[in-house]
């Protein structure tokens, strides 16, 4: 069983959908980290976490310390925001996800 | 916001010749580093941590004499794959974490070095 785990791991929508994508995580953590890789490759941080909720632009991140949960959420989605969505917690080092494709589709 | 960088962002090299690959973090200071690689549709996988002024930390199952990792500068910290071999493609991605203010504890990922071993 991963030490992070991602769902869904596809995702497809319409322009304008409202998306979410959750992690759950088994251990420990300092921190847990919202991640956007591009399928050039790049990575961009989104969000780290260690309670709460943050919130930039149409992104919402939200974080259950004691259910050991996160959620990404994506407002009025558009096409751009299609990329993969990675999940990663500081523990004794960064343990990652295995993502979340998501496509959308105008 | 704080920005790493990566030269090259992509690479084609002989099998047995050695690539270096340069992680820089631009407008902040980072005593530590670290080194990605990712296999096409897989996720990130650790390979070392590097630490300005001291040896790397590699992983288990990373061999140190392949994979030469130099922090020599709180900006810099650099990874020559050695003697490279078509197995050694692969997407190189590195990440700084800040040391103070508005970076401090937060990791930055480069944009990622293609390498391909011909």
């Known amino acids: 069983k991963n030490e992070v785990e991602q769902s869904p791991q596809n995702l497809t929508a319409q322009e304008g959908e409202f998306i979410t994508i959750n992690c759950s995580y088994s251990?420990?953590?300092?921190?847990l980290h919202w991640l956007q890789q591009h399928p050039g490759g790049g990575i961009v941080s989104l969000f780290m976490l260690s309670s709460g909720k943050k919130k930039h632009g149409r992104l919402i991140a939200t974080i259950n310390i004691q259910e050991k949960h996160s959620s990404l959420h994506i407002t009025a989605s558009h096409p751009r925001d299609s990329a993969v969505y990675i999940c990663a917690v500081t523990a004794d080092k960064l343990i990652f996800g295995t993502g979340t494709r998501l496509q959308v589709f105008p | 916001g704080a920005v790493v960088s990566q030269h090259p962002s992509w690479v084609i090299c002989k099998s047995g010749t050695s690539v270096k690959i340069e992680c820089r973090s631009l407008?902040?200071?980072?005593?530590?580093m670290f080194w990605y690689r990712q296999f096409p549709k897989q996720s990130l996988m650790l390979m070392a941590t590097s630490n300005e002024g001291s040896k790397a930390t590699y992983e288990q199952g990373v061999e140190k004499d392949k994979f030469l990792i130099n922090h020599a500068s709180l900006t810099l910290s650099t990874l020559t794959v050695t003697s490279a071999h078509p197995e050694d493609s692969s997407f190189y991605i590195c990440?700084?974490?800040?040391?103070?203010?508005?970076?401090?504890?937060?990791?930055?990922f480069g944009p990622g070095t293609r390498l391909t071993v011909l």
């Open positions: 251990v420990g953590i300092s921190a």
């Open positions: 407008d902040f200071q980072a005593t530590t």
């Open positions: 990440s700084a974490r800040g040391t103070s203010g508005s970076t401090y504890n937060e990791q930055f």
